[in-house]
């Protein structure tokens, strides 16, 4: 099988990446970016471009079977400060994308949405997928959108999609520049010896799911028939308080915090219920937060 990479050259569009190259995939991708250098791209069909040409899509489409389509060009953090390019890039992106598999024939669509931001404020945990969506993010609201769009055309028969919601994933190759991920940002900061920025008390909380145990969900649950909508996540959640501590242990850093006051596009408390994929797919998240943290550490210390 032919698979269609959208946004391959990121954290999770290049652990994906491994993923489908180890269950013997052919493997295009379809970036804005340059190759990371951090990353062994041979046997890859690797390809610039973003979602704002057709044409460009079209062509990426060719000979492929599937698509996964993991590109974004927002975070949360920073979405409301523009929201109409937000929508003109990530939701009127998104169509072209649709338009251009409608004309060469691929029916068969992976959406990663967002788990951690299209419910808003959850009424109650753990959050189930027929959960509210009341996003107060720009970014959730997007994300919404294209789900919506998906489902409206498979509505249509023209798409097979499979939308997941992952939680917050982290684990190697994930960025430390602090821009999406705290993690990766915390981890980044004990390894250089700074502190550590956290809007509010730090008592938000979060799930966390080591990228391995999130790929092979997509992995198995993209190529198998399913369509419809799975939360993705560990199933139990830490406070930012208590992942600066595991990281303190782990590292054995002082990781100081420097406290700013709250954002109010932060949702406080996040936990997803993912009993669907786990019984649709016979799939559960193996790596316990711990380990997750140790092997992140690890290979971020192995990069020059």
Not at 134 to 158: C, D, F
Not at 202 to 207: A, N, Q, S, W
Not at 279 to 298: D, I, K, S
Request: proline share 6%; aromatic share 8%.
């Amino acid at each position: 099988m032919s698979v269609l990479i959208i946004g391959g050259n990121g954290f999770l569009g290049s652990n994906l990446v491994s993923g489908l190259r180890e269950a013997g995939r052919r493997i295009r991708v379809l970036d804005r970016s340059p190759q990371r250098p951090d990353f062994d791209w041979q046997g890859i069909d690797y390809r610039l471009g973003g979602l704002d040409t057709t044409d460009v899509l079209v062509d990426a489409l060719d000979g492929v079977e599937m698509v996964y389509h993991l590109a974004s060009t927002t975070v949360p953090g920073t979405s409301n400060q523009d929201p109409v390019f937000d929508v003109t890039s990530n939701v009127v992106g998104s169509l072209n994308l649709v338009a251009a598999m409608s004309k060469v024939g691929v029916r068969r669509i992976v959406f990663f949405s967002s788990g951690g931001t299209v419910y808003g404020v959850p009424q109650s945990l753990p959050v189930a997928e027929n959960h509210v969506l009341r996003p107060i993010s720009s970014y959730g609201v997007t994300k919404v959108a294209i789900e919506n769009y998906l489902l409206m055309y498979q509505q249509l028969g023209v798409l097979d999609p499979l939308i997941l919601r992952p939680s917050n994933p982290y684990g190697p190759r994930q960025s430390t520049a602090g821009i999406q991920g705290a993690i990766g940002a915390f981890l980044g900061k004990a390894r250089h010896g700074q502190a550590v920025t956290i809007w509010g008390s730090g008592e938000t909380v979060r799930d966390y799911i080591y990228v391995d145990d999130l790929i092979a969900l997509a992995i198995k649950a993209g190529l198998s028939d399913a369509c419809g909508v799975y939360n993705v996540g560990s199933g139990a959640g830490l406070s930012l308080n208590e992942i600066c501590a595991l990281i303190r242990e782990i590292t054995g850093t002082a990781l100081p915090v420097e406290y700013l006051p709250a954002r109010k596009f932060d949702v406080p408390k996040v936990v997803l219920d993912i009993a669907a994929a786990q019984m649709q797919f016979q799939w559960a998240p193996r790596v316990p937060l711990r380990e997750g943290l140790t092997r992140t550490w690890a290979a971020l210390q192995a990069v020059p």
